[in-house]
């Protein structure tokens, strides 16, 4: 709900969404224009090929270019399962490509367009330790310092390339600050919730 708020799919019951300051541009305007870019954590493919799935609707590149951000975020594993490659055919049924490959569509798709902000919900789900850590070090380095990256998602990888998190429960935020600070702080909170538990069995 947060990312979607963020990303202007959905509009507050109460309050505003600020982008750069109250007077900043509207998002959803910003969203449709690319600069504000939203993985979810189901990744919809479309009929087509792999490259039709992939290529930027604003600025088409070129196939070397595609394989280069394949080989980035780990997705060379299935175009090379197939002797047509980029132009494997792909719908909207899940056969053929795991949760994994389709999360890995969803972050190249991300990479090609290069946004200025960036809401990822969960993107390390359904990926392997070896690509996990793959893609959030492509990551670190694709974010430039005029760049925002929002992630949704615990994962230790998220947390040490970031310098702020947030903790929310029931959609309440609980915690904010430092993200090392506050990943050891929700750890310990998470310690105690677990010895209660066992004291209360």
Sequence with gaps: TLLNLMGGLIKPNSGQVWLHGPHGPAVYDLYLQGQVAYLPQTIALW?????????????????KQLIEVCQTVGLMSLINTHTEGLSMTLDESISGVSLGQRQLIGLARLFLLKPVV??????????SFAVRTKVAQALAQLIKADQTLICVGEHSALVS???????????????DGPATLVSQEWEAHKRRIEEASLRFI
Excluded: F, K
């Design 118 to 127: 960036w809401l990822l919900d969960e993107p390390l789900a359904h990926l």
């Design 161 to 175: 390339m970031s310098y702020r998190m947030v903790v929310m429960n029931s959609g309440r935020m609980i915690l």
């Design 47 to 63: 009929p087509g090929t792999l490259r039709d799935n992939l290529q930027p609707p604003q600025h088409p590149v070129s196939d």
